[in-house]
């Protein structure tokens, strides 16, 4: 079956500050990688606006309606330090979140066998009530709850390979044995949390903190210890990645040393997890990565493998 992209050019009018390393070029970099010949094979759709009910599954509405009242008419607003709205980013937030459920619905379907959303900004920093970290909505657990409301959906994995630990999505679903959460991600750094220790009420968040300068065989190690045989155990009914490419040895926001083929063999393994016990259903969602060369052939190379295996 074919792997579909979600993308929209509204992604590009999500301004940041001059200098802000979570910027547009970001998907302008990943759009010229993805229309080389290798990629035209790809079902490509225009990500759409989400549904206010499918975001509060995720997020409280009086948090969704703060968010709206923040986006400017004009200029940029600052909501934290390193997390700003510009006219434009209402709209690529919600097309964000739009995409994600998208993808879902798709997969689901079985009208791809999966899918990419090449989304910005990113989600996994966006907490139950609180944006930070470049992030609004948390995409991922907006396509997770999608999936269980929508499809029934019992047991959803969630597999965040960012440089950076996803505390919205370990916050989301801190009590929830529903969904699994695993996080690969250098130790310490932003945001400070994913320690080991950190595993939820229900058991389900599983934590692997690398160290700066670990490379792709520790990261091997993390996910072939670890992560791949808790996601046997939980036996999800949908995989959905986490998709940040700031691990990239070139990436100049953290310390780890991935490359390229790290990520396809992540990916790969994730594939053959879905196959084994989801019909392999696999929506993978944009994170971080901010070095436009890492972040544009990582990018391929996890795409690749999608459509291939």
């Known amino acids: 079956m074919s792997t579909l992209l979600l993308h929209h050019t509204t992604y590009l009018d999500h301004l940041t500050p001059v200098g802000h390393p979570e910027r547009p070029d970001r998907l302008r970099a990943i759009d010229r990688i993805l229309e080389h010949e290798q990629f035209q094979s790809l079902e490509r759709e225009l990500a759409p606006i989400a549904r206010r009910e499918d975001i509060i599954r995720a997020h409280p509405m009086a948090y ?4 709206h009242n923040q986006s400017p008419a004009e200029g940029l607003n600052r909501l934290d330090s390193d997390t700003t709205m510009s006219p434009g980013s209402w709209e690529a937030i919600l097309r964000g979140a739009g995409g994600a459920c998208l993808a879902v619905e798709e997969v689901m379907e079985k009208k791809v066998g999966n899918a990419f959303s090449a989304s910005r900004p990113p989600g996994h920093h966006a907490e139950k009530d609180r944006a930070m970290g470049f992030c609004f909505l948390n995409n991922v657990a907006i396509a997770a709850r999608h999936a269980q409301a929508k499809y029934g959906a019992e047991r959803v994995a969630i597999v ?3 440089v950076h630990h996803g505390n919205g999505t370990q916050d989301i679903f801190w009590d929830d044995g529903t969904v699994m959460y695993c996080s690969t991600h250098q130790m310490p750094l932003y945001p400070g949390s994913g320690a ?10 599983v934590n692997v903190p690398l160290m700066a300068g670990d490379d792709g065989a520790i990261f091997k190690e993390a996910f072939e210890s670890v992560i791949l045989p808790r996601l046997d155990g939980f036996a999800p009914d949908l995989v959905i990645i986490s998709a940040g490419f700031d691990a990239h040895i070139r990436d100049p926001l953290g310390s780890l040393n991935l490359v390229e083929a790290d990520f396809a063999w992540a990916t790969r393994q994730l594939m053959s997890v879905a196959d084994k016990h989801c019909e392999g259903r696999v929506v993978s969602i944009l994170e971080g990565g901010y070095d436009l060369e890492g972040l544009a052939r990582s990018t391929a190379a996890h795409v690749l493998t999608l459509m291939t295996g």
Not at 196 to 205: F, P, V
């Open 196 to 205: 080991a220790n950190e595993t939820g009420t229900k058991g389900t968040i």
């Open 64 to 67: 969704l309606d703060y968010l």
């Open 160 to 162: 965040d390979f960012d």
